[in-house]
């Protein structure tokens, strides 16, 4: 099938090194009218690719060979940074902080007490100044009480609480499934909707209370969860 052999091709070019990370394929147009097919065809080629890692999309950028996958514990409350090797650039964007009152989507998770208040945090995760990963953390406030305050000069949030994680970590609950990514979170990671994601949720207990909630939305090319 035609499909296949444009597949192996491109393969066979990032294995050689003639395509390498971080560049920017042809336009659709031009691969194919270079492979001699039509746009239906390139784009099974071009969307297996992207199921194995190997290729991702920007939204009205175009598609990019992949870096290496880097390898995240699940099971480790560690800042993201410790597991950038070194041939790549790890940076992190703090978009939101507050302190707020818990919404009911957030009791349902966490089933606190009326009028309880949390400490709301959005991060976004880039290597090589891509955006990878969105992540949303919801804290008890009685947990870290002065986290915001600290998050205004540092954006290494896990590092922050690691003393309290440490007397938390012994009771967890993790679980990964298969997303796409839609709405604003698409938009903060420069994905088309429907982009397939590994969504992570990591939920703390303290006692028998939910104390910290972590999700994130990962470009499924970019992290492989150990």
């Known amino acids: 099938m035609q499909y296949i052999e444009i597949k192996d091709s491109i393969v066979e070019q990032i294995g050689s090194g003639v395509l390498k990370a971080g560049q920017k394929l042809p336009s659709e147009r031009q691969l194919s009218e270079s492979f001699g097919t039509t746009r239906v065809t390139l784009r099974e080629a071009l969307s297996i690719l992207e199921a194995n890692g190997m290729i991702f ?4 950028r175009g598609w990019f060979i992949a870096s290496p996958r ?3 514990p ?4 560690r800042e993201l940074s410790e597991f950038i090797p070194d041939s790549l650039s790890y940076q992190c964007e703090l978009v939101s902080a507050d302190t707020t009152m818990a919404s ?3 009791n349902d998770i966490m089933a606190l ?3 309880s208040k949390i400490h709301s945090v959005d ?3 880039k290597i090589n100044d891509r955006p990878v990963g969105f ?7 009685a947990v870290c009480t002065d986290l915001i305050r600290q998050l205004e000069t540092r954006c290494d949030l896990l590092n922050i609480m690691s003393p309290v994680l440490d007397l938390l970590e012994h009771s967890k609950q993790i679980s990964v499934m298969v997303k796409g990514l839609e709405g604003e979170i698409a938009v903060k990671l420069r994905a088309t909707a429907g982009t397939p994601c590994l969504f992570e949720r990591r939920i703390l207990y303290q006692e028998e209370q939910v104390a910290f909630v972590e999700t994130t939305y990962w470009r499924h090319d970019s ?3 150990i």
């Open 57 to 60: 999309r920007e939204d009205r």
């Open 70 to 72: 880097v390898c995240v």
């Open 74 to 77: 699940v099971n480790q409350f």
């Open 104 to 106: 009911k989507a957030i």
């Open 113 to 115: 007490p009326p009028f």
């Open 123 to 125: 991060l976004i995760h």
């Open 135 to 141: 992540v949303t953390y919801w804290i008890a406030e």
């Open 223 to 225: 992290v492989q969860l």
